[in-house]
């Protein structure tokens, strides 16, 4: 099946710094979705990307969708202890068909040491 | 204003037993999504319902897994004969209409088969 590939798969940052991850994919996706999932809840939207090129921001995040539309990054600035958590790239495919399933990266386990 | 609800939170059962698996979308969403997360993964999309049909089930694997939105009441995902890999967290999402706008997660049923 179709795959994005998320990196890195785990990070381990001082409080205070900046957070980078990125998904790819050799498939071109019309919508990159960041999500963060707390331990045993569902995914949360932070930010949403409609069009190749779009730089979006919600608060310390800021998210872009590549140009090419195969790749989109997160990144959080000034990180805090309440960042924690896994974030997951989302996509739907172009061709993406009933336009309701969501491909998922394998997600990015953010720890912060306080 | 409730969000998407879904029961139980937590589902044990023994191999061979039958898991029904419940979810009531949000107020005034006539669509909903099921996905299934496997332990260190991302999630990955089953099938895609719309009031009384089935729009998408691209993701639900051939054999024991069926799902339903009724008219009246919350969406099943039902999976007969489960098996020890069938262990995983089970989320369900709903949307107004069809694409991504308000496009909302559950907290997900943690099934573990004994």
């Known amino acids: 099946g179709q795959q994005l590939n998320q990196s890195p798969q785990s990070m381990f940052i001082q409080e205070g710094e900046d957070v980078s991850m990125n998904c790819t994919s050799s498939s071109i996706f019309n919508t990159w979705l960041w999500y963060k999932q707390d331990p045993g809840e569902g995914p949360v939207l932070l930010i949403a990307l409609y069009k190749a090129g779009e730089l979006t921001s919600n608060g310390r995040l800021t998210a872009q969708f590549g140009i090419t539309r195969k790749d989109s990054f997160l990144n959080i600035s000034a990180s805090i202890p309440s960042d924690v958590g896994i974030y997951f790239c989302?996509?739907?495919?172009?061709?993406?068909?009933?336009?309701?399933?969501?491909?998922f990266g394998k997600g990015t386990k953010l720890s912060v040491k306080p | 204003n409730a969000g998407v609800m879904q029961n139980p939170r937590h589902l044990v059962r023994r191999r061979g037993q039958e898991a029904r698996l419940r979810c009531s979308p949000m107020?005034?969403?006539?669509?909903v999504y099921w996905y299934r997360q496997l332990p260190e993964e991302g999630l990955k999309f089953m099938v895609y319902?719309?009031?009384?049909?089935?729009?998408?089930e691209s993701g639900m694997p051939k054999e024991r897994f069926s799902a339903e939105f009724p008219k009246e009441g919350p969406s099943i995902l039902r999976i007969q004969q489960v098996v020890r890999g069938d262990s995983a967290a089970y989320f369900c999402?709903?949307?107004?209409?069809?694409?991504?706008?308000?496009?909302?997660f559950g907290s997900g049923t943690r099934l573990t088969v004994v």
């Open positions: 989302a996509g739907q495919l172009a061709d993406g068909g009933s336009q309701g399933n969501l491909i």
């Open positions: 107020k005034g969403h006539s669509h």
């Open positions: 999402a709903s949307s107004p209409g069809r694409g991504l706008s308000g496009y909302t």
């Open positions: 319902l719309q009031k009384e049909n089935i729009i998408d």
